[in-house]
């Protein structure tokens, strides 16, 4: 019931894009990342990230949202605003994707990932 509100309550003019074609985003080069169906090409910045780029590539192809939380505790309000710079669209069918962390999303970082992403992913239709 709550995928579905929010898959109603999702802009439309936001590229969709299959779990198929985010998994092969998975180079150094050529790194997407899915966190809580949003994807991101975080490419750019695997030369920038503080705790080196290497851990991005290695949570590329899965579902990195509870393994972004175990990473950024102190400055996460920070770390998704810089985050949301390499927004691509969302993932047509994140179900697909295995999680990178064993450990599942904690509510209260999802309710601050989705503040913080849905104001800045917020279009005029």
Request: net charge negative; glycine share 8%.
């Amino acid at each position: 019931r709550v995928e579905e509100t929010m898959e109603r309550l999702q802009p439309r003019n936001v590229a969709r894009i299959t779990w198929e074609e985010v998994s092969r985003h998975t180079a150094k080069d050529d790194t997407w990342l899915l966190i809580d169906g949003k994807v991101y090409d975080v490419t750019p910045f695997l030369g920038l990230h503080p705790g080196g780029g290497q851990l991005i590539v290695e949570a590329a192809g899965q579902d990195a949202t509870s393994l972004f939380e175990r990473t950024h505790g102190e400055g996460l309000r920070y770390s998704l605003r810089l985050l949301n710079q390499f927004f691509i669209g969302v993932c047509a069918d994140p179900n697909k994707a295995a999680p990178a962390d064993e450990a599942q999303p904690t509510p209260e970082f999802l309710a601050t990932l989705r503040s913080i992403t849905g104001a800045l992913h917020a279009f005029d239709e």
